[in-house]
């Protein structure tokens, strides 16, 4: 009898492992690609001042975005179980409660993109020669918000039918356009900060327009009918559940935007190099990040075989795998940061300070492999309150404080302030041994 490739309670933990995570971690560095060339672009063909205000800017955006995604994620839960269910019909109820939804969500966001772009550039502190760049990027992305919100919820609905493959196909295809746009509108227009906007929100367009017109093609597993477009009690259901998820991703992306606020009262080269050093460390937590997404059904799996043993190997794995890769990207990173910040800037004052953050922020590929194989192992075990309130302790205990006070230092050195992410991640290490001790001795309790 073949075994079943998607059956991890058998076989190579190793190797299916390996195997489970290699496409999620494809699909991690396309979103990484798309997030990296607006600031690559600019880097070579527009300003410094641009790359400052593309990074401000970014971050008040990925703000919106990345809670949209956590609150998305409650439509992909509900509609998954609903299917199991076998209840096509509210499966279409929960989509078109969706589109009510998030369609008034998108005018509000719109309107106060428009309208508070520049006290949100203040208060984040832009530097004076990218301040106007970062109202501008804000105001144009919040134009376009509604492409960008829809581009998530369509992926999320995707994602609630059990189709992984077409929010991956629909990455990049947004990850070229985006290219092409940028090269076009940076390049050749020299429109430096407004074109990398323009770029990122036409691309979010071409995705939602061909998810658009795949779903009408395509003959789905539910019922969809016009008058399900309306707000119905099963937004209550979605939004119950991906509450929790968005709130989280609020209290992440603030703590970046304060870090980012921190460093950017540094000066326009502390704030362009700490803008490419945040592009490469988004390819640092790459293979982190599959390894957690990787473990949670890994370890699903095999705690509802009953296998816990198996479980821990499972994670004992993904530390190897992770620290073993990790190993080589720190090295990287603190040794040649500069080479790798060379890729985004010619700046050699930018290239500097890029290279000066990742010096502290190195470690970190490593250590993160450690914590996010835990955080999958507990995930697995359903225990994300507990995984949510460590998050929240690591940041607002150490990193937030220990960045601000590296920020108003003397001479302030990106190097320490970068170093307050490994720090912070080490901190949640500790705090996730304790849990896993409780947790074990529990387990061992119950019949």
């Known amino acids: 009898m073949t075994e079943n490739k998607n059956d991890f309670t058998q076989g190579s933990i190793v190797s299916k492992l390996l195997r489970f995570m290699i496409p999620i971690l494809g699909a991690l560095i396309l979103q990484a690609m798309y997030g990296a060339v607006d600031i690559l672009v600019v880097g070579w063909f527009g300003t410094t001042a641009g790359i400052s205000g593309v990074?401000?800017?970014s971050s008040i955006v990925n703000l919106v975005t990345f809670t949209i995604t956590g609150l998305a994620m409650g439509v992909t839960v509900v509609m998954g179980q609903y299917l199991g269910e076998k209840k096509p019909e509210k499966v279409g109820q929960v989509v078109g409660g969706a589109i009510c939804l998030f369609l008034v969500l998108a005018f509000i966001i719109a309107a106060a993109m428009l309208v508070f772009a520049r006290p949100l550039a203040v208060l984040m502190q832009a530097p004076e020669e990218a301040l106007d760049l970062t109202v501008l990027y804000v105001r144009i992305c919040g134009g376009g918000i509604f492409f960008i919100i829809a581009y998530n919820v369509l992926s999320s609905i995707f994602r609630g039918i059990g189709d992984s493959n077409m929010p991956l196909l629909f990455v990049g295809i947004a990850c070229v356009v985006n290219i092409v746009g940028d090269l076009l509108f940076i390049a050749v227009f020299h429109w430096?900060?407004?074109?990398?906007?323009?770029?990122?929100?036409m691309a979010q367009a071409v995705s939602v327009i061909l998810s658009i017109l795949i779903i009408r093609k395509r003959k789905l597993p539910f019922i969809m009918k016009k008058e399900y477009i309306r707000f119905n009690p099963e937004i209550k259901k979605f939004v119950r559940v991906g509450t929790p998820i968005a709130f989280q991703e609020v209290l992440t992306q603030l703590s970046f935007l304060a870090l980012c606020a921190f460093i950017n009262r540094l000066g326009l080269d502390a704030s362009s190099g700490y803008g490419v050093a945040n592009k490469i460390v988004s390819f640092v937590m790459l293979v982190p990040g599959a390894l957690m997404q990787s473990m949670a059904s890994f370890v699903a799996q095999n705690v509802g075989a009953g296998k816990e043993d198996r479980a821990k190997?499972?994670?004992?794995?993904?530390?190897?795998i992770g620290c073993s890769i990790?190993?080589?990207i720190t090295v990287l990173s603190f040794v040649r940061g500069d080479l790798l910040a060379a890729a985004f800037s010619s700046d050699a004052a930018v290239i500097a300070r890029a290279a000066e953050y990742l010096k502290g922020f190195a470690p970190e590929a490593v250590v993160t492999a450690i914590l996010f194989s835990f955080i999958g192992y507990y995930n697995g075990h359903s225990k994300t309150l507990f995984v949510m309130l460590q998050g929240i302790a690591q940041t607002f205990i150490v990193r937030l404080p220990m960045s601000w006070f590296m920020s108003i230092q003397p001479d302030a050195s990106l190097t320490m302030i970068g170093l307050a992410a490994p720090c912070a991640t080490v901190f949640g290490i500790v705090i996730n041994v304790f849990y896993y001790v409780k947790m074990s001795r529990e387990m061992k309790t119950v019949p």
């Open 55 to 57: 990074s401000t800017g």
């Open 192 to 201: 430096n900060v407004a074109g990398a906007a323009l770029a990122t929100v």
């Open 313 to 320: 190997k499972a994670m004992a794995a993904g530390m190897l």
């Open 326 to 328: 990790g190993v080589f």
